[in-house]
Nanobody, 123 residues
Framework: VQLQASGGGLVQAGGSLRLSCTGSSRTFRNYVVGWFRQAPGKEREFVAV????????YNTDSVKGRFTISRDNAKNTVELQMNSLKPEDTAVYFCAARSGSYFYTKSSDYASWGQGTEVTVSS
């Protein structure tokens, strides 16, 4: 499946952004989709994942209570709503997808990746 990530931009601390990941395949609704982020000089970090059932888990240390992942199967999209953004949320955000039925939280678990969308949070 090919993925297209969008929605990044520049926002002030405390603001919100909504990222979108669109899948090219009609079977996208059956995929597990994860969001990851990579800040300059740092390793790629797990943010959130959603199963085809809609079940979700988050990197609670980083995004607890601020980010929400959801999916709209009619639109073949998975979205990441990011609220109360902090400067430390600044990164390139990637969506990834795979088949399966677990909560995959490692970047090595995924074969299909979007191109990334840049999020910059100013203080």
């Amino acid at each position: 499946v090919q993925l297209q990530a969008s929605g990044g931009g520049l926002v002030q601390a405390g603001g919100s952004l909504r990222l979108s990941c669109t899948g090219s395949s009609r079977t996208f609704r059956n995929y597990v989709v994860g969001w990851f982020r990579q800040a300059p000089g740092k390793e790629r970090e797990f943010v959130a994942v959603i199963q085809w059932t809609g079940a979700t888990i988050y990197n609670t240390d980083s995004v607890k209570g601020r980010f929400t992942i959801s999916r709209d199967n009619a639109k073949n999209t998975v979205e990441l709503q990011m609220n109360s953004l902090k400067p430390e949320d600044t990164a390139v955000y990637f969506c990834a997808a795979r088949s399966g039925s677990y909560f995959y939280t490692k970047s090595s678990d995924y074969a299909s990746w979007g191109q990334g969308t840049e999020v910059t949070v100013s203080s």
